[in-house]
């Protein structure tokens, strides 16, 4: 964690936006999927978004629930996915998105099909491509709800990244492209190069909003109720330390924030980010019902299929690295080394720094530490 109040590293800096970044920079190159078959004779999920932007669209997946998706080829104002849950009486908006204009078009498609007062929005974590838009709920008066250290690390990820010379921070990164000793290497470094530029973009052209409705995950689960329609919000352990899930059981419906990467290598790279508890947190949203729908932080709506492919690219992970660890390989070699198998080959992968790498190095860790 960065500590604002000491200053920051050129390395901590690097370590951290380079991960932050990346997601950015290689996200524009992924088109979004097709929504699939067996999602397409779901009696739930309309065939035809009520609106759609191009960067993302928006369209009804149950009695009052909404799914917004993104597609990061055609443009960052929103670039993660979240939805709405519109009840009698009140609406509840899901993610902040990476710009206010991101945030304004879920509310403008929100009113689209009711009119209730909205009870809050949520951020499901405290990333940048989540919560940089709050500014716009923050402006309208809505509550801004999130885990309860989400604030803080949002604090201490972004704002030394704002005022900051980015020639700074860009030399040594060149010098890296430069300098590296393979393909492989040089194709990370430039991805990292590119990642800075991008979050620097982002960072500098927006004002952090920080959720005001800190959510204590030691009183989870927590029932919302919106008027005929109950939203369960969830704690659950994985990606970033302050994931927040919002479950409606009656329907079958998880909105699963970055949990679930739906066709897509997970991003592993936060301080906070268990290898361990993140395929827990996955067995038990197995073990749901089979008919269970679920909104990804990224990629397309699905079913307990991407439940299942998802655990099977951490399986792969873990297998391969557990045999370069018992070989006595050293972790920055197996980060390097492991092989993505044919299954997987359209997965995207944005870099090994902030995917494949950190999660091999956190098992490693969670190894030795056994």
Sequence with gaps: ??????GFSRRQFLTHTSCFGAFYAA??????????AELAID???????????????????????YATIS??????????????LAGKDAALLIEGYTTPAGAA??????????????????DTHYHFDHSMGNAFYGVNGIALWAHATASKRIVDSYSPLQGTDKGAVLGPLEKRVKDAKSDGERTHAQSDLNAVTGLFQIANASILSLPNHPIDPAKLPMSIDLGGLTAVVESHPGHSGTDIVVRVPEQNV???????????YPVCFDEKATISGWRDTLKKFAALDKDTLFVPGH?????????ATLREVFDDIAAQAEKMYKAGVPVEEAQQRYAVPEKFKNFPVYAWGFTIGPAIAKLYGEWRAN
């Design 105 to 122: 078009f879920q509310m403008d498609a929100l009113r689209m099909v009711s009119q209730v007062p909205v009870k809050g929005a949520l």
């Design 27 to 36: 996200a524009q190159m992924i088109p979004l999927p097709a929504l699939a």
């Design 43 to 65: 009696s739930r999920v309309s065939q035809t978004p009520i609106v759609d932007k191009g960067f993302a669209s928006v369209r009804k997946i149950g009695n009052g629930l």
């Design 299 to 307: 990629g397309q709506i699905c079913g307990q299929e991407g439940i």
């Design 71 to 84: 597609d990061p080829s055609k443009g960052n104002t929103t670039l993660c996915n979240g939805g709405f």
């Design 254 to 264: 998880v909105y699963a924030g970055d949990l679930l990467f739906s066709g897509w």
């Design 1 to 6: 964690m960065i500590d604002v109040s000491k």
